[in-house]
């Protein structure tokens, strides 16, 4: 029998490894092709080819996280080589694999991957917004800062378009924020560089001059940490002088535009951005006035015709509408319709509704009677058009959220319900386990019973004899514990009591001085009375005759005064102390007077508060002194302290002691209130 066994473990141990290894193969072959898939230099459809087969060896791993990370890699991939739809489509279903698995690292990348999609290719602002919201709690939960940085920026940028500019401003800086704050990243600078140039944009269309050039002078910095960043250096440029110009600083707009057009980088490498850069530059010097025509005009005409040979629509649109402006600032108004129609058609086509708007305004000036009147009709209407339109954007990015939070909510609900439907198929199947355990091992213990009933006996008879030996060493050590702590907390505590008491009256006389005397030679006979009970090992009643309130009491009144204590005693009369144990009533007293004494021999205290609580079923004494203190990790030898220790877990109870040095001591106890006489 052993043999087989033996030889089992090994098969099972030869197989085991070997699909450890097959396994282990078959996810070195899945990142590779993920990598190859990666590579620029391979065509676009040997780049698909290979992200599809690390998706097909994902599937034989039967891993849902290998193969999610496959298949995300394929839209990745499908994204860089122009495969929009493809992308669009799987990005979806990874959305919907990550959400059924429960992935919320997979469902903020796919969500933020479909908010980019809508955003970019479709121009959908409204999906792209709802997605990028989904993205953004998703990183905000999963406390990934640097992605949500980045969402908040495109949804900040979505919400700049749509004219919402304080919550576009409000996002923008929110990013920013959190970006300051991280250590440095892989794309930090780049991140920090969209914050600010958005906002700089933002703050120039809120009519915040000042603080639009701040901001692109700080997006400026941040370039020269940036690796290629010449066009975006450019771009940045290009708007620090639009912010200098509308604050009505010319020179100095001029100056920034001048350098541009002089760069030679600009011009052999961006065509199409120079020509605007052109067009701006002659506009700044048109709008400062003092001009030169020919000159002005030749560089407005340049920057029409580098714009209207690559086919560039913005450009020609800005160059047409700058040049109507110009044609009709100096009294040319054929030329000036004509541009402003031709911007009117561009813009149409493109469309920017504020140049159109703008284009309509000139055509209104530049004709007269029904024409102008239809320029200015067909303003009005665009214009209460776009403002019902941002309004209508607005609310459903506001209603998004609200259905966002709605739907998290809801997720959550059925989260804890499939929670507690697990938790209770558990259970139910724990239960059904733990009864074909108990049935079965009911079987075996009847088998073994008649062989153990005789074995027992045998040992029955032999462990009782060593039990009672132990029983009787037991007792007799118990005992002597007993003894002491009787004779320490109880005698020795009242007879220091008594010998402080009499000490203090020693040198008075008079009556009351023989009346104290008396009393406490009363108190010297109680005290002979408790040894003579202690040798003779009597138990009495501690309460007997009177209530225990009444005699811990007259412990603390005779004590304190002894001790020249200042003293404030509470208790609650929520304790029925008939139904406590005596053992409990004495270990209590104990604990008191054994307390008092020991602030007194050490503590140097001038007053103390005693107080006797019941809180949720639990006994509370607490003790507190405002002598000097000690240092509770190195008073733990004492043997009084022991003693209280050791009376208190005899009965069940936590005793804890907390002190510094100069500030005092509390001793709190806590024992469980039994309502049954022990």
């Known amino acids: 029998m052993k043999v087989k066994i033996f030889f089992f473990l090994l098969s099972f141990l030869f197989f085991s490894s070997v699909f450890g290894q097959e396994k282990d193969d078959l996810l070195d072959s899945i990142y590779a092709l993920r990598e190859t898939s990666k590579k620029s230099s391979l065509s676009k459809e040997e780049?698909?080819?290979?992200?599809?087969?690390?998706?097909?060896?994902?599937?034989?791993?039967?891993?849902?996280?290998?193969?999610?990370?496959?298949?995300?890699?394929?839209?990745?991939?499908?994204?860089?080589?122009?495969e929009y739809d493809l992308f669009r489509d799987s990005t979806l279903q990874n959305l919907t694999f990550a959400q059924r698995l429960n992935d919320s690292s997979a469902i903020a990348n796919s969500s933020n991957n479909l908010g980019f999609y809508y955003y970019q290719i479709e121009d959908n602002a409204s999906e792209s917004y709802s997605y990028y919201l989904q993205a953004l709690k998703y990183y905000d939960a999963l406390n990934i800062l640097n992605e949500k940085a980045a969402v908040l920026t495109a949804i900040a940028t979505i919400q700049d378009d749509e004219k919402d500019y304080l919550g576009s401003e409000q996002n923008a800086i929110e990013a920013l924020k959190i970006?300051?704050?991280?250590?440095?990243?892989?794309?930090?600078?780049?991140?920090?560089?969209?914050?600010?140039?958005?906002?700089?944009?933002?703050?120039?269309?809120?009519?915040?001059?000042?603080?639009?050039?701040?901001?692109?002078?700080?997006?400026?910095?941040?370039?020269?940490?940036?690796?290629?960043?010449?066009?975006?250096?450019?771009?940045?440029?290009?708007?620090?002088?639009?912010?200098?110009?509308?604050?009505?600083?010319?020179d100095k707009s001029l100056e920034i535009f001048e350098e541009l057009v002089q760069n030679k980088y600009l011009k052999e490498n961006d065509i199409s951005f120079y020509a605007l850069i052109l067009n701006n530059y002659a506009f700044t010097k048109f709008l400062k006035g003092g001009y030169n025509y020919q000159n002005l005009e030749k560089d407005f005409n340049k920057a029409f015709k580098i714009a209207d040979s690559i086919d560039d629509a913005y450009t020609k649109l800005a160059a047409s509408i700058d040049l109507a402006k110009f044609y009709k600032a100096n009294k040319k108004f054929d030329s000036a319709f004509n541009y402003a129609k031709q911007s009117y058609r561009i813009s149409k086509d493109i469309p920017i509704n504020d140049l159109l708007l703008e284009s309509m305004m000139i055509l209104a000036d530049l004709t007269e009677g029904e024409e102008s009147t239809k320029y200015l009709k067909e303003h009005i209407k665009l214009s209460d058009s776009l403002l019902k339109v941002e309004r209508a954007v607005r609310n459903k990015f506001a209603r998004i959220e609200f259905e966002t939070d709605q739907l998290e909510a809801e997720n959550r609900q059925i989260s804890r319900e499939n929670l507690y439907l697990i938790i209770l198929s558990t259970a139910l199947l724990l239960t059904a386990i733990l009864v074909y355990l108990v049935i079965s091992q009911r079987a075996k213990n009847r088998k073994l019973k008649l062989i153990q009933v005789q074995q027992k006996a045998n040992e029955d008879i032999y462990n009782l004899m060593l039990s009672q030996q132990d029983k009787v060493d037991e007792a007799r050590t118990l005992e002597k514990k007993r003894i002491s702590e009787e004779l320490h907390d109880g005698v020795l505590g009242r007879l220091f009591g008594t010998r402080l008491s009499l000490d203090s009256i020693n040198f008075k006389e008079g009556k009351d001085a023989m009346v104290a005397r008396s009393n406490y030679i009363g108190q010297l006979k109680t005290i002979e009375d408790d040894i003579r009970k202690i040798s003779h090992e009597l138990n009495t009643d501690f309460v007997s005759g009177s209530g225990f309130m009444d005699i811990v009491s007259e412990l603390i009144e005779n004590q304190t005064q002894a001790y020249g204590l200042a003293k404030e005693f509470n208790y609650t009369d929520d304790i029925n102390w008939d139904m406590v144990s005596n053992k409990t009533k004495i270990n209590i007293y104990r604990v008191i007077q054994e307390s008092m004494q020991n602030i007194y021999k050490h503590a140097k205290a001038n007053s103390i508060k005693i107080s006797i609580s019941l809180e949720k079923n639990v006994i509370c004494l607490d003790i507190i002194d405002d002598g000097e203190g000690f240092d509770t990790s190195k008073s733990k030898k004492g043997i009084g302290l022991k003693n209280m220790r050791s009376r208190v877990e005899d009965i069940n109870g936590k005793i804890t002691f907390t002190s510094k040095p100069g500030n005092g001591a509390t001793v709190s106890v806590k024992i469980p209130y039994r309502t049954s006489v022990a």
């Not at 440095?184 to 000042?210: F, M, P, R, W």
């Open 179 to 250: 970006i300051n704050s991280l250590d440095a990243y892989e794309t930090q600078n780049l991140d920090k560089y969209y914050a600010y140039n958005l906002l700089g944009i933002v703050s120039l269309k809120l009519e915040n001059y000042v603080q639009s050039i701040d901001y692109h002078n700080q997006a400026l910095n941040t370039t020269t940490l940036i690796d290629d960043s010449e066009s975006l250096k450019l771009m940045t440029l290009n708007n620090l002088a639009f912010a200098y110009r509308e604050k009505g600083d010319m």
């Open 47 to 82: 780049r698909i080819n290979y992200a599809k087969k690390a998706v097909a060896l994902s599937l034989r791993t039967k891993s849902d996280t290998t193969l999610l990370k496959s298949e995300r890699n394929l839209s990745y991939i499908y994204l860089l080589t122009g």
